[in-house]
């Protein structure tokens, strides 16, 4: 059982420029989770999806950013217009249906580099 | 509000000797708590969680935890460190009465097993 997939691992854009994340979740599991690392500081939280639906987004930043889980295909975070202090790695981790009480297993990252 | 404190930036312990990493946890309602393993350039390793019921909760690799809800605390032990322990080491919290997807992270704490 594979685990959970991101790519690309690294990415590096200019300013002004588009990044879109991609994530598959480990087989299984409904339930997506993105989140931040910048440097020097712990994993933040940004966003929950399930299958066609953000369950809570209250950790995204209001503008530029928005996350997607289609009913086929792997869930997509896409940031328009990056700016410097977007450079950090972006975790997704996902978990079976139950959700909550079970752990969510995380992808090995993609580490945006915005120049 | 809920939060996750780890008191130590690094944790310096000879080969052998007993690691104990702190975590104490401020939230609404009963918690649930998980710890994971970070080395560098990958993503987070699940090592243990609480959920409920016996308050001593044994993970991988040799770790344990103990959950004190008078101290609000979840601290992360194993009683002999290897040098392959050294890695970055994050608590996390998910409170019962939140989304159930959101996990709260620590700052992490940076733990160095010297041979």
């Known amino acids: 059982n594979a685990g959970v997939m991101q790519n690309p691992r690294h990415l590096v854009r200019r300013r002004g420029q588009e990044a879109r994340l991609r994530c598959s979740p480990m087989k299984g599991h409904s339930h997506v989770y993105w989140y931040r690392q910048l440097p020097e500081e712990g994993l933040k939280f940004m966003v929950y999806?399930?299958?066609?639906?953000?369950?809570?987004e209250s950790g995204m930043p209001k503008e530029r950013f928005s996350a997607e889980f289609p009913k086929e295909g792997p869930s997509i975070l896409r940031i328009q217009q990056v700016v410097r202090g977007d450079s950090a790695a972006y975790f997704c981790?996902?978990?079976?249906?139950?959700?909550?009480?079970?752990?969510?297993?995380f992808g090995p990252g993609t580490r945006l580099t915005v120049l | 509000a809920q939060s996750v404190a780890q008191p130590e930036d690094q944790v310096n312990v000879a080969e052998g000797n007993p690691l104990t990493v702190k975590c104490t946890y401020s939230v609404s309602g009963n918690p649930y708590l998980f710890w994971y393993v970070q080395y560098p350039n990958r993503g987070l390793q699940f090592l243990l969680k609480y959920i409920t019921g016996d308050n001593l909760v044994k993970g991988s690799y040799g770790f344990e935890a103990e959950f004190n809800k008078s101290q609000t605390s979840f601290h992360l032990k194993k009683p002999s460190a290897l040098v392959s322990d050294s890695a970055l080491y994050f608590c996390a919290v998910r409170p019962t009465t939140d989304s159930w997807g959101k996990l709260q992270f620590g700052a992490g704490t940076q733990v160095v097993v010297t041979p």
């Open positions: 999806l399930q299958k066609e639906n953000i369950i809570d």
């Open positions: 981790a996902s978990s079976p249906p139950r959700g909550g009480l079970d752990e969510q297993f």
